[in-house]
C-alpha cells in the first residue's frame, strides 16, 4: 500500500489568490495524478503528474490555471490559480504503487470567498 | 477508456448481502475492473481489484463473467458503516492507469 499526505487539508480562500496543494507518498510509485470533485459529484481527472518534465491535462484543464508540478517519484504539487467560487472543491491526489494499485489521498477541501 | 454504467442508489439493511453490478460493454484486453468505496470528507479507498473469474479479499468478492462486459461487487452482511458510494473503474495496469470515474452507486444501509 502507500501513505499519502496532502497538505492543506482544509483551508479558506480569498477570490482571486491562488494556493498550492501538496502531495507526499511514503513510497515510490510509477505515477500521480490529481483529481478533482465537486460538492456531490464524482471525481474529474485533472491531469497527470509527470517526474521532471510538463503535467498532461485532461480537456477543460489548463497549465495556466492548475500549475503541476512533480520534481521526483513521490512529491507533486497542484497549484490553483486566480481562484473564484467555482473552484471550491475537493482536489484529491492519486498514485500508482509498484504493484499497480491506485491509492488516493484524503483530499484537500477549498472554499473560495 | 471504457465508460462504465451503475445504479444511481441503492438501499439495504443490516446483514443483507448488497450486489452492485457494473457494465462495461467495451472493457478493452489490457483492462482490469478496480472498486473504491467513498465516505463523505474522504478520499477514495480501495476494495478490490480484478481480471476475470472471481477475487475475493476479507473485504468483498468480485465476479466477472468471461465476456468481462459487467462485474459484481458483493459485500456479505453489509452495516450501517458501510453506507458510501462505490465507484467501477476499469483502466489497464500497464504504464497509463489514469482512471475515469463514473457516477458511482450510493449505497444507504438501513438499520
Known amino acids: 500500500s502507500a501513505v499519502i499526505s496532502q497538505k492543506p487539508s482544509r483551508d479558506i480562500c480569498q477570490r482571486g489568490t491562488s494556493l498550492t496543494i501538496q502531495c507526499q507518498v511514503d513510497s515510490q510509485v510509477t505515477m500521480m495524478f490529481w483529481y478533482r470533485q465537486q460538492p456531490g459529484q464524482s471525481l474529474t481527472l485533472i491531469a497527470t503528474?509527470?517526474?521532471?518534465?510538463?503535467?498532461?491535462?485532461e480537456s477543460g484543464f489548463v497549465i495556466d490555471k492548475f500549475p503541476i508540478s512533480r520534481p521526483n517519484l513521490t512529491f507533486s504539487t497542484l497549484t490553483v490559480s486566480n481562484m473564484s467560487p467555482e473552484d471550491s472543491s475537493i482536489y484529491l491526489c492519486?498514485?500508482?504503487?509498484?504493484?499497480?494499485?491506485?491509492?488516493f489521498g484524503e483530499g484537500s477541501w477549498l472554499t473560495v470567498v | 477508456l471504457a465508460k462504465t454504467t451503475q445504479p444511481i442508489s441503492m438501499d439495504s439493511y443490516e446483514g443483507q448481502e448488497v450486489n452492485i453490478t457494473c457494465s462495461h460493454n467495451n472493457i478493452a484486453t489490457n483492462d482490469y475492473i478496480t472498486w473504491y468505496q467513498q465516505f463523505p470528507s474522504q478520499g477514495p479507498r480501495f476494495i478490490i481489484q480484478?481480471?476475470?473469474t472471481k477475487v475475493t479479499n476479507e473485504v468483498a468478492s468480485l465476479f466477472i463473467p468471461a465476456d468481462r462486459k459487467s462485474s459484481t461487487l458483493s459485500l456479505p452482511r453489509v452495516s450501517l458503516s458501510d453506507t458510501a458510494v462505490y465507484y467501477c473503474l476499469v483502466g489497464d495496469r500497464g504504464g497509463y492507469n489514469k482512471l475515469i470515474f463514473g457516477a458511482g452507486t450510493r449505497l444507504a444501509v438501513h438499520p
Open positions: 480484478g481480471y476475470k
Open positions: 492519486s498514485v500508482v504503487t509498484i504493484g499497480n494499485t491506485i491509492y
Open positions: 503528474a509527470n517526474q521532471g518534465s510538463e503535467a498532461t491535462y
